[in-house]
């Protein structure tokens, strides 16, 4: 699976958007990003994931550049509840995979009153 | 409330103890996933299993062994326990194998082991 690379920490005010970018410049073509977050030692929690397109879901919107090499997670109105660690993940899916996750080392993201 | 449920919470043992740590999945989730986070080697995959079929293994040494059960419960066993082993435990369930594109996990509270 290929290497992710994203900024140890970032800073949001509440509110705002949260735009967390992940680099993926090896991605193959049958890889796809996922996103989870880890709130305090609490279990990682699902977010979105895509392949091309972008994606928006209830909890955010996952940009894809057109040469598929870098993402960017927003959070659309960043509220304290979303202080978290996010992880940026790229997987193979396919009939021979399974559903292992490769961690990172995530953005810690501290959204600011 | 991921729907999964890990115990102990807590754990505190020695050195050279051996522990058994417990999750039951969401109700109908197949698959069962073991991770281990340490505070130097973050967080990382340990072991799948899919309705009681090993299926994957990561980076699990050969002191811990798991087996996934008929009812689905699974337990992750840790022996010969070395101080570098004191972490968050995690189990995570999913209602596939993981061959496709939609991968979510839910996640367990975790088990968090001491070794003294």
Request: hydrophobic residues 15%.
């Given at each position: 699976d290929a290497k992710t690379t994203q900024p140890p920490s970032m800073d949001c005010a509440e509110g705002r958007a949260a735009n967390l970018p992940c680099n993926?410049?090896?991605?193959?073509?049958n890889e796809y990003v996922y996103w989870y977050r880890q709130i305090h030692s609490q279990g990682p929690q699902y977010i979105i994931h895509g392949l091309k397109n972008n994606e928006t879901n209830e909890m955010a919107s996952l940009i894809i550049t057109e040469d598929r090499k870098s993402s960017t997670l927003i959070l659309p109105h960043a509220t304290l509840r979303d202080t978290a660690v996010y992880y940026c993940i790229v997987r193979v899916a396919g009939?021979?995979?399974?559903?292992k996750l490769i961690f990172g080392q995530g953005t810690t993201l501290q959204v600011k009153p | 409330d991921s729907g999964v449920t890990q115990t102990p919470k807590h754990l505190i043992t020695a050195t050279g103890q051996r522990v058994t740590l417990r999750c039951s999945p969401r109700s109908g989730d197949l698959s069962v996933y073991w991770y281990q986070q340490s505070l130097d080697q973050g967080l990382q995959f340990l072991i799948q299993y899919y309705n009681g079929e090993e299926r994957a293994k990561g980076n699990?040494?050969?002191?811990f062994s798991a087996q996934q059960f008929p009812d689905l419960h699974s337990e992750l066993n840790l022996s010969s326990?070395?101080?570098?082993?004191?972490a968050l435990y995690f189990c995570a369930s999913s209602?596939?194998?993981?061959?496709?594109?939609?991968n979510e996990q839910f996640f367990g509270p975790g088990t968090r082991l001491t070794v003294l």
């Open positions: 993926h410049s090896t991605i193959s073509g009939s021979s995979n399974t559903g | 699990i040494l050969e002191r326990l070395e101080l570098g082993d004191s209602d596939h194998p993981g061959r496709g594109s939609y």
